[in-house]
């Protein structure tokens, strides 16, 4: 059975920090792209950044420079360092796994997600 487990969310003051976790248990990590997604209420899901099985990463454009995602293989986690948080950074966080198998199938696996609220 496949899951995601994510931890470190919390509550924070804007301009803090906080580190996410996101240990991948079953067959899967290694070869994955490993995402992390938010939402917020009557929003959709939105790439915050992803690390390719090759290390290479992507974030969004809200994010880049304050973000910082990685990954330790030998763990099957990654991570997900956030500095200089805002509150519209608020939201909650889930972790992704995604393969593709073919031209036509995807593999993909989310956590259950965890909350970051960045307040004073």
């Known amino acids: 059975q496949v899951q995601l487990v994510e931890s470190g969310g919390g509550l924070v003051q804007p301009g803090g920090s906080l580190r996410l976790s996101c240990v991948a248990s079953?067959?899967?990590?290694?070869?994955?792209?490993m995402g992390w997604y938010r939402q917020t209420p009557g929003k959709q899901r939105e790439l915050v950044a992803a690390i390719r099985s090759g290390e290479s990463t992507n974030y969004s454009d809200s994010v880049k420079g304050r973000f910082t995602i990685s990954r330790d293989n030998a763990k099957n986690t990654v991570y997900l360092q956030m500095n200089s948080l805002k509150p519209e950074d608020t939201a909650v966080y889930y972790c992704?796994?995604?393969?593709?198998?073919?031209?036509?199938?995807?593999?993909?696996?989310w956590g259950q997600g965890t909350r970051v609220t960045v307040s004073s």
């Open positions: 079953g067959s899967i990590f290694s070869g994955y792209t």
């Open positions: 992704n796994a995604n393969k593709k198998l073919s031209a036509q199938i995807n593999q993909n696996y």
